[in-house]
DNA sequence: CATGAATGAGTCTTCATTCAT
DNA sequence: GATGAATGAAGACTCATTCAT
């Protein structure tokens, strides 16, 4: 029974390594940006020597590239599922509490990583801008369906999808960015619900504008 | 007699030399971000020697600062006054369409000191904030008066104001990335009217949700 | 159970890593000055890498300054020790062949930092003039004992420290300097002595003037 | 009578302005040094600008080079001369008078040449080391002289003239660096008075020492 | 001759990356 | 695998010197 011992105790220790080594550069990078932070200041964070990070990232880059790819996939999963038996409204409330509670635990991260994604297109193209275009096309093909069903009177979907993507992130930037405190559960279904009621009614005096 | 004899000439040449180099300046950081551009970089494309630089710009960073500086007034020009004579709908079509136009031909400017503002916490609350906080006001306050003469339904006019705010960004985001090319005037106005509609009325069926 | 395992090892490495630097720092500012000296010459006389300059000492004025610290303690525990049991003539030209002896010695430290003493304040009055001070202050001492044992006739005997000293640095010019090879040790001791003999006998004819 | 108006007045003005030039480098380098003080900082000491010196100096270095050869034989005609009419004790305390005048002058010129003699051996065997030869060997041979002479009891005179000028180094030390108040004629007086006392009848009490 | 903007070689310093231990 | 000293390429910035006006 000596079985999983060496190399799987090894490996999953290894896996821990690498991860308290990137959760350490999500950190740095979020109070520094990326290129203010240092290998050292990482390696402090992180507890390990400056050499050590390179056992398990072979450039300072790859540290930023493997903090995309794993925050990427984990907004997928967040951002794409519409619940299509509930009534619209709810239905996109709950969606964007869902999607205001990942900033709101990912806030750091995506400090992180937001600066790079606008300043490196290499970052931007492969990471940013596939996930977003299927998050909005996800958004936009609820709205549509809900129009077809008679829920929405007919609109430029991709706008609409497009405009409700923007008052999201109106929301949270100044969380992600650290000059406001993250809300809690209910303050955040509060703010999604908000949006939506203006989303859907609209502002107008009751016969119009 | 020559009229404004060599020192005013010389005066007007250094302008000129200036706003070269922070236009060059400019461009470079759209391009590279303000890290991965260099002061040598920056003095090719002003077609300069390295140290003429620093004869306008005492550090690097000043033409950042510079950048700042001379954006931010420019956009509170555009984004302040709002016409309390129109409709609601055209006010505000109006005011959008002007601040779209603004990003378009901007783009590059503002595509330079994103990243940076984002970053640097100086710059964002010496230059970045305190503006938004002004467009932010005045919008909230125009939806206000609108509010009080019955043009538009009672609703929460700071969160409006932020999600409106929020869809323009959207809106111009590609365009100011380089993703996506600029729109002409026509196109601006189409794009302002639309999202004053969906504002103005919401997406939701007859007169409800 | 290697014995004093990495660290210690590690440790006395890099304490003599230091010194070469510092001991090469020195030799290249004798010879060309601090200012016309540059850390990349620096390092190629200490044979490492010009960055590895910067792992000992923060910033190339550092170099200097660890000079003066480093030279400036020695120098007092040669130079205020008298031996009171000893005849004046023999005590002085102890003492003074003994700090001529740390002048060859040093040479090269001194050279290397007398400029600089002299142009910068700081280094001036932090590290060289407290330290001359307390010389100048304990042979001042010792000839005022004399005087009350009656070995000295009365005279002013801070202004005669200061003169011996100025006599004492003359000697030492040109050898500190480069211009003369330094004295070996009997010679030391004759020139002490002459010194000494002037200093008390004068060069009168017979007894008077 | 257009007499000497063009060409001479035009060097007489020219002769003008290099000195205004030369006086404000002088200033310039006492207060930080050769290395430390730049062009500009002269030009503005100066009042023209910065490309004027260049018309006087071919380089920065000419201009130290030019202070060493104002400053070089103005000191000779100051040390040479012994006045052999006057008892040993007058002619000497004279001298030293004189000389320390000589530098409680030019304190300024002296303090900025000579840190520069110091590192720069070109300078310091050029202009330095020659000049200090003459004035030690003139005050030699004025002390071999009075020994001859029965003045002076017999000793190593060329020592003696260098021990004499150590003195009077150390006397004007503090003056020259600018830490101590440059002394009146009269304090001056006195000063080489008890140097030429104590170098003549020695410190020792009485019957030997 | 005076001016001062332009020049660019030369410096110190930083920091990602390597590698001997 | 972990360590951290060594490396050296690269970058911001300085300043003596030039030269068109």
Redesign the interface.
């Known amino acids: 029974m000596v079985g999983e011992s060496g190399r799987a105790r090894r490996e999953r220790r290894g896996e821990r390594r690498r991860e308290e080594i990137l959760s350490a550069a999500a950190r740095v990078f979020a109070a520094?940006?990326y290129?203010?932070a240092t290998t050292r200041e990482i390696a402090e964070a992180a507890d390990v020597a400056e050499g050590t990070i390179f056992n398990y990232f072979p450039t300072k880059r790859d540290l930023l590239v493997a903090l995309f790819e794993r925050g990427a996939d984990r907004m997928l999963a967040v951002a794409l599922q519409y619940d299509d038996a509930l009534?619209?409204?709810e239905a996109l409330t709950d969606r964007l509490a869902t999607v205001l509670g990942f900033y709101a635990r990912n806030r750091v991260y995506i400090r992180a990583i937001?600066?790079?994604a606008?300043?490196?297109p290499q970052l931007?193209e492969t990471y940013v801008?596939p996930r977003l275009q299927r998050v909005a096309g996800a958004l936009s093909e609820f709205?549509r369906a809900r129009i077809s069903a008679?829920?929405?009177?007919p609109?430029?979907c991709d706008?609409?999808a497009?405009?409700l993507?923007?008052?999201?992130?109106?929301?949270m930037l100044p969380i992600v960015?650290g000059?406001q405190e993250p809300p809690g559960v209910a303050e955040r279904r509060r703010l999604a619900a908000?949006?939506v009621?203006?989303?859907?009614?609209?502002?107008?005096?009751?016969a119009?504008?």
Do not use: N, Q, Y
Request: aromatic share 6%; charged share 20%.
């Open positions: 520094k940006g290129h203010g009534p619209v409204a937001a600066a790079e606008w300043t490196d931007l801008l709205l008679g829920h929405l009177r609109f430029d706008l609409g497009r405009l993507m923007g008052m999201v992130a109106a929301l960015r000059t908000s949006v009621d203006l989303f859907l009614r609209g502002v107008a005096a009751s119009g504008g």
